[in-house]
């Protein structure tokens, strides 16, 4: 699944789509992610992940083109995974010890995403 990123250097606000177009207009709630005050995610009307908006110093990753992305993954940098934090069948993957710089997310419950593996060839 391709997905679309936004970002606004002069304002330093980026979003990050992450399920398809058809069902992004479908969100139930914006929350702010518990462990980064830097990171809102909008929950859409199944409890999914709909997208990430990142402000401030998370959204300075957005300025470069993603370095490795695939159905269920998006990695923004090459860094080190140092902290990961969970929430609806996402995992969100960050570059300190303490949840800030983001650096990427994995979708670990692919059917609650509508999401089927890709069988190895």
Do not use: W
């Not at 490795?68 to 960050?94: I, K």
Request: glycine share 4%; net charge negative; aromatic share 10%.
């Amino acid at each position: 699944m391709k997905r679309t990123i936004t970002y606004e250097q002069i304002i330093d606000i980026g979003y990050i789509y992450i399920t398809p177009q058809s069902e992004r207009l479908k969100i139930k709630e914006t929350i702010e992610l518990d462990v980064n005050e830097c990171i809102n995610v909008d929950i859409d009307k199944e409890d999914r992940v709909a997208g990430l908006e990142l402000f401030a110093e998370e959204s300075e990753v957005l300025r470069n083109a993603p370095v490795y992305e695939d159905h269920l993954s998006l990695r923004l940098t090459d860094q080190e995974v140092l902290s990961t934090y969970h929430l609806s069948g996402v995992e969100f993957q960050f570059s300190t010890p303490d949840h800030n710089g983001l650096i990427g997310f994995t979708i670990v419950d692919p059917f609650r995403y509508n999401i089927t593996r890709k069988k190895p060839f």
